[in-house]
């Protein structure tokens, strides 16, 4: 490492998660995780070492979490990156496409969580913070319309401006 590196500002951590899907009796759900601390379910991931593929370490992720194995995703579905003003040691985090499983394969909740959930895309104001719940439906659209999703704090990115949905209205 330089001495020029070393001087450089911490920046922003990059951090991966999954849209793993089923379909349930209430229909097309997604996997939600609860961490322990604050409360919340939240897509499963977490933190990419300096150095690591984020798809990689998605994979190995989900498995330490939910005893799921997913094949290495390599579909980005969306990438969200912390909005103005925001800590400048929060997350980027890159949202891949972690394919189907079925809601009835047993889940082995790793140390980290506490709960999980396969969540009804119609449920999920109930279940994410709204943060979540943002980016969890750009995923879930970029995902049926093939594209990927830029958004800042959750929320989508519009127009020439790089303000979010909510900003600009």
Sequence with gaps: M????EREPAGHRIRAAALIHSTTPRGLAVLLVEPYGPPGLRLP????APGTAPHLALAA???QQTG?????PVRLLAVDV?????????DVVLLYDG????????VTLGRDLRAYAWTAHGDLEGFAEPYEESRTRAALLAAETGTTAYLADGRP?????GQTDRAAS
């Design 2 to 5: 330089s001495a020029d590196h």
């Design 45 to 48: 991931g977490g933190p990419v």
């Design 61 to 63: 992720g989900v498995f």
């Design 68 to 72: 799921l194995h997913i094949p290495p």
């Design 82 to 90: 912390p909005g103005p003003g925001a800590d400048v040691a929060a």
């Design 99 to 106: 394919g189907s499983a079925y809601h009835t394969a047993p």
């Design 157 to 161: 990115v519009t127009g020439q401006t």
